[in-house]
Nanobody
């Protein structure tokens, strides 16, 4: 399985932006569905954005997320990004990336390779 490493989490003020990165060294990562998930303290982890890397197809959990977040990939660096704009306090969470063979799915139990997470805190 690919070893995934997230980075980019930070503390920002409401309205700010962050870009999270998910890197992996395995070549199978290029052919995977990669998802960004988040877990608010005390709540269940949820899928927020997915990308079918071979197809360059993206999927978001809601229109509200799609309006502020963008998932993308850099095939040269073999990295998947999550650009988050107009951040709100309710976006405060631990953010994880995970990979699975295509097709993509919002079901967390289908993802076998997970990173350790990166924390995002949105507070004034």
């Amino acid at each position: 399985q690919d070893h995934l490493v997230e980075s980019g989490g930070d503390s920002v003020r409401p309205g700010g932006s962050l870009r999270l990165s998910c890197a992996a060294s395995g070549e199978s990562y290029r052919r995977s569905c990669v998802g960004w998930f988040r877990q608010v303290d005390g709540k269940e982890r949820e899928a927020i954005a997915l990308i079918n890397r071979p197809a360059f197809a993206t999927l978001y959990s809601s229109d509200a997320i799609k309006a502020r977040f963008t998932i993308s990939q850099d095939n040269v660096k073999n990295v998947v990004y999550l650009q988050m704009n107009s951040l709100k306090p309710e976006d405060t969470a631990m953010y994880y990336c995970a990979a699975k063979p295509t097709p993509c799915s919002m079901r967390l139990d289908e993802y076998g390779a997970w990173g350790q997470g990166t924390r995002v805190t949105v507070s004034s």
